[in-house]
């Protein structure tokens, strides 16, 4: 594996990106720039253009205009020079269900071209929890397993980039909490770049240094949850969040 | 590790046919039904064709064409199948945003699918093939090079309409998944599987000429019931193959840039 180069180039950096669809603009016009290393979230209720935005960073979707920049590398136009040192989870992409969590991650393995394919996987599953689960058809694992195990895919080429969409979505508290804590170790110990997308805000105020809120296809706020609490003069991002969704803020600036 | 789209590796390719194998290993209704059809189509015009060649002396002499004919437009329906079923696993899965955000190149991902559509095919017409020598007396391996020349057309043709298939439903989601199961029926009387392309009006038979397995299954008959190998014929259905195979080809990676700009990549259901 690539190891983290060494550099100040940001890991993330759009620029006035924009998305188009017949139905209208998922996303309007976004720049924001993630420092390697940086735990950013993403928060805006649905349509709000988070998922086209992450999207369009690990290039599933092209952008209208603008330009999205990954490690140095424009997407999706040089995807293949990055997409080895990024990865992804999300609830609402799946693994095949028939296949074992073995072979799941062996097949991810190869496609990601880690070495020592059985150690990483012993290691992650020991990491994960997921050892008693290894050789179980993935499509019989709980929802909380089916996460660990979308967790250890994401992990398994140990990348730079980590894109996460709710990754929480859909678990009992205990099972999300100590996913957190794995994210967290993570960050720690690889100095990854995480971009989070989520609509829990107790995730977001433990996991994230940086917070971007979009609205309608456009960056409504960009802080670090201190600055943002501040600003709106709410005490949780939870309220700042309600301020944003129902537009309560537009109508305090613009009684300010 | 490079960064082309044309960097290909046998890893990558390996990783993707072992992800099918496993799923194939884990079913036996996927394997049984890889053989089931073929099997039954083969009966029905294996006795058919007995029936009739003890009625008429045309067929008593073409002895073996409709079965010859069953077993070559499996390879064809079957090919297309086996290739077009493994994409469709990976939007039943719900898999495809996995892959398509990871270092597999599109050109990987269809050479593993040409290579599960060998798979399956062997599978099920392996053993077909055999009921067909116990039950009829009919030996597909007793064409020898004239049976490598028709499987290769037929394949390649195959491959082309799983390949510009895969890139419709790429595009367009599962609501398209019906073509991949019908596309290659419009083929069966156009390509004339069963009859000679003279049955055909004028008009159509211009279009029957400009498809590739029309040649493969006029070169059958003509090696069984005139007992000549029409390597001309064998030589205009590759010609026409590399045109198709290279529109289909061409055609797959439009519909993929074409999903990236509607974003169908991450909306694969209907």
């Not at chain 2, 597999?104 to 077909?128: C, D, K, N, T």
Request: include cysteine; glycine fraction near 8%.
């Amino acid at each position: 594996m690539t190891g983290t180069p060494v550099t100040d180039a940001p890991a993330i950096a759009a620029d006035r990106l924009v998305k188009i669809y017949k139905s209208g603009a998922a996303v309007a016009g976004v720049t924001f720039s993630l420092p390697q290393g940086s735990v950013t979230g993403l928060l805006g209720g649905n349509g709000a253009g988070k998922t086209t935005t992450i999207a369009m960073i690990m290039g599933l979707v092209m952008p209208t205009s603008g330009t999205i920049r990954v490690l140095g590398a424009e997407m999706p136009r040089q995807r293949y020079r990055v997409l080895h040192r990024m990865n992804f989870e999300s609830p609402y992409v799946e693994m095949p269900l028939r296949l074992t969590v073995r072979q799941n991650l062996t097949v991810f393995s190869r496609l990601y071209g880690v070495e020592d394919i059985a150690g990483r996987i012993a290691r992650l599953a020991e990491e994960l929890d997921l050892v008693a689960l290894l050789d179980r058809p993935t499509g019989k694992l709980s929802s909380g397993q089916k996460t660990r195990v979308a967790l250890a895919k994401a992990l398994l080429n140990r990348p730079e980039v980590l894109l996460l969409d709710e990754p929480t979505a859909s678990l009992d508290p205990d099972t999300a909490d100590w996913i957190r804590a794995r994210l967290e170790r993570y960050r720690a110990t690889r100095g990854a770049t995480i971009l989070l997308a989520s609509h829990n805000m107790g995730e977001v105020e433990r996991l994230c240094d940086r917070v971007i809120i979009m609205k309608r296809g456009v960056i409504e706020n960009d802080g670090t949850p201190a600055a943002l609490l501040a600003h709106y003069g709410r005490s949780t991002l939870e309220e700042v969040f309600l301020d944003v969704a129902r537009g309560r803020s537009e109508a305090r600036e613009a009684a300010q | 590790m490079s960064g082309s789209e044309w960097d290909l590796s046998a890893r990558r390719i390996g990783a993707m046919v072992e992800r099918y194998w496993y799923l194939l290993r884990s079913s036996w209704p996927r394997l049984l039904d890889l053989v089931y059809w073929p099997a039954v189509q083969m009966l029905m015009w294996g006795f058919l064709q007995t029936y009739v060649a003890q009625t008429d002396g045309f067929f008593a002499r073409a002895g073996g064409t409709f079965l010859g004919a069953v077993l070559l437009w499996d390879i064809l329906f079957r090919g297309q199948l086996g290739f077009s079923v493994s994409f469709l696993e990976e939007m039943w899965s719900r898999n495809l945003a996995n892959l398509m955000m990871s270092p597999l190149r599109p050109v990987e991902f269809v050479i593993a699918l040409m290579i599960m559509s060998l798979v399956r095919l062997a599978i099920g017409l392996v053993p077909v093939s055999l009921l067909a020598i116990a039950f009829f007396g009919f030996n597909l391996w007793g064409l020898g090079l004239a049976l490598a020349a028709f499987f290769a057309n037929l394949i390649l043709t195959s491959w082309a309409v799983g390949i510009f298939v895969s890139g419709v439903l790429l595009r367009n989601g599962l609501g398209a998944e019906n073509l991949a199961w019908t596309i290659m029926f419009l083929l069966l009387p156009l390509a004339c599987v069963y009859y000679p392309v003279a049955v055909l009006p004028a008009p159509l038979q211009a279009v029957a000429w400009a498809l590739p397995p029309t040649y493969v299954f006029e070169g059958m008959r003509a090696l069984m019931i005139d007992h000549v190998f029409r390597a001309d014929l064998m030589l205009w259905a590759l010609g026409l193959n590399i045109v198709v195979f290279a529109v289909a080809t061409v055609a797959f990676l439009a519909l993929l840039k074409s999903a990236r700009r509607q974003g169908s990549l991450l909306q694969t259901g209907e």
